[in-house]
């Protein structure tokens, strides 16, 4: 069965930095892109970053120079790094292997 795990959201002032984790189970994880995307209230989910079996990465135009995205395939895992966070990255973030399969997601609350 595959499973993914966000962690690491959680309230942060403007400016401030955060770690998101996914852990992925049940999958050839080195093999897939993975995804962050994130979905604001009252607001379409999008695409935040992804990156390749080989480690190319892309980024949404909003959190280029802000946010770092980087895998570890011997422990199944992708992060995200975020800095100077700022409210309108105020969402849900999600990570995936597959951007039509979902899990709970995790918190990320950007304010002061």
């Known amino acids: 069965q595959v499973q993914v795990v966000e962690s690491g959201g959680g309230l942060v002032q403007p400016g401030g930095s955060l770690r998101l984790s996914c852990k992925a189970s049940?999958?050839?994880?080195?093999?897939?892109?993975m995804y962050w995307y994130r979905q604001a209230p009252g607001k379409q989910r999008e695409l935040v970053a992804r990156?390749?079996?080989?480690?190319?990465?892309n980024y949404a135009d909003s959190v280029k120079g802000r946010f770092a995205i980087a895998r570890d395939n011997a422990k199944n895992s992708v992060y995200l790094e975020m800095n100077n966070l700022k409210p309108e990255d105020t969402a849900v973030y999600y990570c995936?292997?597959?951007?039509?399969?979902w899990g709970q997601g995790t918190q990320v609350t950007v304010s002061s």
């Open positions: 990156i390749t079996s080989g480690g190319s990465t």
């Open positions: 995936t292997y597959n951007p039509e399969e």
């Open positions: 049940g999958i050839i994880f080195s093999v897939y892109t």
